[in-house]
């Protein structure tokens, strides 16, 4: 195995970095207001608004469990990621119009009007610590992937990503996150079509031919030949261990919700020009979702049969090794900027999302009649403050990840957040017959019974309702709950079954409030 780094390797990397830096210099002399900053003035184009929904649909995250996932089960991981397809579709046919008509300033404004002022700001209050979590999980795995690519200590790798995803979100707002979106783009892109073919021809030459086996073509099916011979079996069934199709069905409700409600992801939608594009940009997406995966994870299919034996608390690791065991020069310096790509662009939307939410929902709330600069201002203290607050979190969740992988730990985390904040979300743009009071009931509720199932599988006899498949039906059961609860305790006055009225009226809703 190749160690450590050549020169050209961490030229590429600078190199990258200084680009995405740029590109946030650039956009900080275009973005005059708040507006501009979080893509309220609905002007960004649907192919880029599209490319940047992809690249903010994963990160690091990928490399590191849904590859640890391919070396162990195979096929599974491109089971797992097809779910977001019609999970996307869904959201270009029933979601797309809503979210643009409902959204103002902000991911979560329209809560304001289809239930209370008081539940957005909770919801914007209680909403972050998940926008948090996910971050600082995301920023981990790309800790883990540097540490091991790199030789980086994990302290200084997020420290210094963690550091430039701020900068460039904090100089150029929305239009500099979708630039770098697209540019992180096209460097995964070389990265991914490049890869399986240098894999293919590594599994050529551990066949009984060696380093005698073909070049080109030949050499390219002979090395397809050694990896169908020699895989276990089972290595193309879509589901595998405890990944059963139960857990697929739990997962999709999971990916599902969280695409359809995430503040990055819906910022996306109300951020292009028209209603049309919004759907065209949910097409794209769900394309690049289908033809993806099974491209993305055959290097860490293929390593099973040329670096076997990984032990399983290495495998979140699988891809930066066989990267250095088959890349040339200057490439492995290609694919630890695609990894942070995959994670900056992620973190950046999430980060000017999270911003919009609070300045929008909490300062803009409290303030007096700001200016339009004093606006530029909070908006720029906010995303420093969110990136913060994900580095600092992220350092605590390495100590608290414990024996957990990170695709079980970030499932444990959206079992418990997600439901309580998609359900009334959803509910909000599609539902008359919940009150206005009913929102708070079911956000407040939901996290309430989800944290007490979190507490009690602390007992080693009940751990299994901490799993996905359990705690995230539970949450969900316990949130839609609450809300129709709510809904009989706090019944709607007159005026306000016709503020629900005309808010659904205007966003195209469904029935008639109650």
């Known amino acids: 195995m190749k160690a450590g780094l050549a020169f050209a390797d961490y030229a590429v990397i600078a190199v990258f970095f200084a680009v995405m830096l740029g590109v946030g210099v650039y956009y900080s002399r275009k973005s005059k207001s708040s ?216 997962f999709f409700c999971c990916v599902g919700s969280a695409l359809s409600t995430n503040w990055s992801l819906v910022q996306r939608y109300y951020s292009t020009k028209s209603e049309k594009d919004a759907k065209k940009m949910a097409y794209l997406v769900a394309a690049l979702l289908f033809i993806g995966p099974p491209i993305f994870f055959f290097p860490a299919m293929a390593a099973r049969v040329f670096l076997p034996g990984i032990p399983e608390a290495e495998m979140n690791g699988v891809y930066a090794l066989l990267c250095r065991e088959v890349l040339p020069v200057g490439m492995i310096g290609m694919v630890i900027a695609a990894m942070f790509a995959a994670t900056m662009s992620s973190l950046a939307g999430n980060f000017n999302a999270a911003a919009a939410v609070v300045t929008n929902e909490l300062y803009l709330k409290f303030a007096k009649n700001p200016s339009a600069s004093a606006r530029m201002v909070a908006a720029r203290i906010a995303t420093i403050a969110v990136g913060g607050m994900v580095v600092s979190l992220t350092f605590v969740m390495q100590y608290a990840q414990g024996a957990d992988d990170l695709f079980n730990l970030s499932n444990k985390v959206f079992g418990v957040f997600l439901p309580p904040i998609a359900i009334p979300m959803l509910c909000g743009v599609f539902v008359r017959g919940f009150s206005k009071r009913s929102g708070l009931c079911g956000l407040v509720g939901g996290i309430a019974v989800g944290l007490a199932i979190f507490a009690v599988g602390s007992a080693p006899s009940l751990a299994y309702l901490r799993e996905m498949v359990w705690i995230f039906p539970a949450t969900a059961v316990a949130t839609v709950a609450f809300l129709a609860l709510g809904s009989l305790v706090f019944s709607d006055s007159e005026r306000e079954r016709a503020e629900v009225n005309a808010f659904m009226d205007r966003i195209g809703g469904v029935g008639a409030a109650k």
Not at 113 to 127: D, Q, V, W
Request: net charge positive.
């Open 35 to 250: 507006d501009q900053f979080f893509g309220n003035d609905k002007s960004i184009p649907w192919w880029l608004s599209g490319v940047s929904f992809y690249m903010n649909s994963f990160s690091a995250l990928a490399f590191v469990m849904y590859s640890a996932l391919a070396y162990k089960f195979g096929w599974v991981p491109v089971t797992v990621s097809w779910l977001s397809v019609p999970a996307v579709l869904l959201g270009a046919w029933f979601l797309a119009v809503r979210w643009r008509r409902a959204a103002k300033g902000s991911p979560i404004d329209y809560i304001a009007e289809r239930y209370t002022p008081g539940m957005c700001r909770t919801l914007a209050i209680l909403g972050l610590p998940m926008q948090l979590l996910d971050n600082a999980l995301k920023l981990l795995a790309i800790g883990t992937v540097v540490g091991v690519g790199m030789g980086f200590p994990l302290f200084w790798s997020i420290c210094i990503s963690g550091v430039i995803i701020v900068l460039y979100t904090f100089l150029g707002g929305l239009k500099a996150t979708l630039t770098c979106d697209f540019i992180q783009f096209l460097v995964i892109l070389a990265v991914v079509l490049t890869l399986p073919f240098l894999c293919l021809e590594r599994l050529a030459a551990c066949g009984p031919q060696g380093a005698a086996a073909p070049a080109g073509l030949a050499g390219l099916a002979e090395g397809f030949r050694v990896f169908l011979e020699r895989v276990p079996t089972g290595f193309f069934d879509f589901t595998a261990g405890k990944y059963t199709w139960v857990y697929m069905l739990v």
